[in-house]
């Protein structure tokens, strides 16, 4: 059974930064694709960020520049870092695999940014 666990969200105002993390249980992550997923208040779900196993990645252009995926297969966990973060980052952050695994979906973590 693999679980996807997100955390370092929080209240933050506009231009300051977060970090945040999925660890991840089972032999699966080392192995796929991983990203970050967000949902805003009365919005589809969209791709923030992607990293492959190796390393590559690939960003949203509403994010590029400001956001920064990576990973440490060690420890099984994805990191966001988000600098100069703006109201319209409001969302509920997810992580999961490229492409997505229905199963796989945690609870997310809330990023509120104040203007």
């Known amino acids: 059974q693999v679980q996807l666990v997100e955390s370092g969200g929080g209240l933050v105002q506009a231009g300051e930064s977060l970090r945040l993390s999925c660890a991840a249980s089972g032999r699966i992550f080392s192995i796929y694709r991983m990203a970050w997923y967000r949902r805003a208040p009365g919005k589809q779900r969209e791709l923030v960020a992607s990293i492959s196993r190796s390393g590559s990645t690939n960003y949203a252009d509403s994010v590029k520049g400001r956001f920064t995926i990576s990973r440490d297969n060690t420890k099984n966990t994805v990191y966001l870092q988000m600098n100069s973060l703006k109201p319209e980052d409001t969302a509920v952050y997810y992580c999961?695999?490229?492409?997505?695994?229905?199963?796989?979906w945690g609870q997310g973590t809330q990023v509120t940014v104040s203007s």
């Open positions: 999961n695999l490229d492409p997505t695994v229905s199963a796989y």
